[in-house]
């Protein structure tokens, strides 16, 4: 399946645990993964690497708790 251009420009590049037949400097740090999936909350500004990180994100901003507890009689609801 095709990438979409967000998933596509989000790949990790850069330096990072090597193969023997790679040319990358194994001792490089890890490069960490493009944040772009941002928050449009206005005056927010998060970013996130995911859109499911970014979900989970935006319940921070809307007070959605989605997950109930299953215990019979227990009201607790929590975003994560």
């Known amino acids: 399946t095709p990438m979409s251009e967000a998933a596509e ?3 990790l590049v850069g330096g990072g645990a090597a193969d ?3 040319d990358v400097d194994p001792s490089l740090p890890i490069a960490e993964p493009e944040r772009c999936f941002p928050c449009d909350e206005s ?3 998060y970013r996130a690497v995911d859109a499911g990180t970014l979900e989970r994100h935006k319940r921070s901003h809307n007070g959605e708790l989605p997950y109930a507890c299953d215990e019979h009689g227990c009201e607790y609801r929590a975003a994560r």
């Open 9 to 11: 420009y989000c790949t």
């Open 43 to 45: 005056g927010c500004g």
């Open 20 to 22: 023997a037949d790679s």
